[in-house]
């Protein structure tokens, strides 16, 4: 299977899709070696995780080399190797205090005699599957608390950005212990990787995450989706516009609006409309692609070429539909790449589709409101509710319209914190997901299933207690 090169437009890599008899014969291998990887210590699962952390550290260069390539952006692929590390670290270290909190000795009953234990029992093999954003991040996001809680994991990464496999691999055959594996292939493989494990995570679109639920529910297995949004953000008139106008753009544009918490609709106080616009517009003028310097810039190309034709044609129906342009709106093509700059719209109308459907491009459609009640009706419309934001002169004012957003997180008078904060546990609302938390200690005990142990310590009741003479 050819891989395009997001730079340049060339088909200059090829994957070989993994097929289900590989699948199936990877997955029993797997389920082999968990046993003896879930019969460890929490602590030595921990201790091998941050060695392979130190193989990374070592092979980052790499690493970086074929994220850069997979993606069209370099700084952000650093990032994502950094953050990688952080994330090793973070499970290894908190995974032993949220196994000790959830496993509980011995507890007493309203049954006198009877005591209660619950063990954590994970699920021997789960199958997380990726998208193409961020291609390092998401593939182990949900991995390295799968491996902390004991089980096995295969990750099945975008087809879209698969080059950061082989250096991965090479740095984890460095620990054998570790029961991960990355594996290439598209959808068919990931279709058919659902048919092998007992637990899938899933990071990706509404439309295939649909899929996958259905798949996971006739295999009988637990599913976690996580999904797309069109996340809301609403600039009260206390908020200073200028500040504002800065937040929507970095959480608009940054990695060329390819994340799935971007800031995708600006709702803006009609008190301080013009400034904010203003300078929106002014601040989206100046931001620099990253052609043909890959080294300058702030933004990149579409990673996935398709994307840069679904954003064109969200752009040209809103201006059809009476949308005005205050900077960007046409996909350039570039040495073979496919560029937006930062656009930005106003006199936007709720038929558009830029505002019913998920962009994924650097795009700011911005609506003036009068009354905040108005800005969150809008906000709370459509199909999605992963995230949102809300400016304001105070964290209070900003704050206390967050609550009535229906979204699974909401930033403060900032922008797009949930790619930054990982202690908080969070549950979409919509169709941006389903199932527990990633993040927080949910992150990791969705893993497990809890089995009770109950212990009869008194004398256990004969049948004679059930007779009907008794009565
Ligand atoms: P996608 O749904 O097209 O693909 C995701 C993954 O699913 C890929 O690995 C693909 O090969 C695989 N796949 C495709 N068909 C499958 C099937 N039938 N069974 C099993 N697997 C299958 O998504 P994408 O275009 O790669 O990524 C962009 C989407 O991901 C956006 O909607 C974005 O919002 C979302 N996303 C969500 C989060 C989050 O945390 N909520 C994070 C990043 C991206």
């Not at 199958?127 to 182990?140: D, E, Q, V």
């Not at 279709?191 to 995570?201: G, S």
Request: hydrophobic share 45%; with cysteine.
């Amino acid at each position: 299977m050819k891989v395009r090169n997001p730079r340049t437009g060339e088909a200059d890599y090829e994957i070989t899709p993994l097929g289900e008899p590989d699948i199936a014969a990877l997955a029993n291998r797997l389920r082999g070696k968990q046993a003896g990887w879930s019969a460890l210590d929490v602590e030595e699962r921990a201790a091998l995780l941050l060695q392979w952390s130190k193989a990374i550290a070592s092979n980052a260069g790499a690493l970086e080399q074929a994220l850069t390539t997979d993606t069209g952006r370099q700084k952000i692929s650093g990032i994502e190797v950094d953050g990688t590390l952080r994330l090793i670290e973070r499970w290894a270290r908190l995974a032993g205090g949220i196994m000790a909190a959830a496993q509980i000795e011995n507890r007493a009953t309203s049954i006198p005699g009877i005591s209660t234990s619950t063990r954590l029992a994970p699920y021997p093999l789960v199958g997380a599957i990726s998208p193409w954003n961020f291609p390092l991040t998401l593939a182990l996001i949900d991995a390295i608390p799968a491996l902390m809680a004991g089980c096995a994991v295969i990750v099945k990464p975008s087809e879209v950005t698969p080059r950061f496999i082989k250096p991965l691999m090479a740095t984890l055959a460095e620990i054998p212990e570790i029961p991960l594996t990355v594996i290439e292939g598209d959808g068919m493989t990931g279709a058919a990787l659902l048919r092998h494990v007992d637990y899938v995570a899933f990071t990706g679109s509404v439309a295939t995450g649909r899929k996958v639920s259905g798949a996971a529910a006739d295999a009988f297995i637990p599913a976690s989706l996580e999904l797309g949004g069109k996340d809301p953000m609403l600039v009260l008139a206390s908020a200073d516009p200028a500040n504002a106008a800065e937040i929507a753009l970095r959480a608009s544009v940054v990695n060329s609006g390819q994340a799935c918490q971007s800031i995708e609709r600006v709702y803006v106080a009609r008190e301080i409309a013009e400034p904010f616009l203003t300078a929106l517009a002014q601040k989206a003028n100046a931001v620099r692609l990253n052609y043909p310097d890959i080294a300058h810039g702030d933004i990149g190309p579409f990673i996935f070429e398709q994307q840069a034709t679904i954003v064109q044609a969200q752009i040209d129906d809103a201006v059809a539909k009476g949308a005005r342009l205050l900077a960007g709106g046409k996909v350039e093509n570039l040495g073979g790449g496919q560029y937006l700059r930062p656009t930005v719209l106003t006199d936007i109308t709720p038929d558009m589709v830029l505002v019913t459907e998920e962009t994924f491009g650097p795009v700011i459609p911005v609506t003036i409101f009068d009354y905040v009640d108005e800005a969150i009706a809008l906000a709370n419309e459509g199909v999605y509710g992963l995230s949102g934001a809300v400016i304001a002169g105070s964290v209070e004012e900003a704050e206390a319209v967050g609550t009535r957003l229906k979204v699974g997180a909401v930033s403060i008078n900032d922008g797009s914190l949930t790619s930054m904060v990982w202690e908080t546990e969070k549950t979409s609302f919509g169709l941006s997901g389903l199932g527990p938390s990633r993040m927080g200690d949910s992150g990791m005990l969705r893993f497990f299933r809890k089995q009770a142990l109950i212990r009869q310590k008194g004398q256990a009741l004969p049948l004679a207690a059930y007779s009907e003479d008794k009565r």
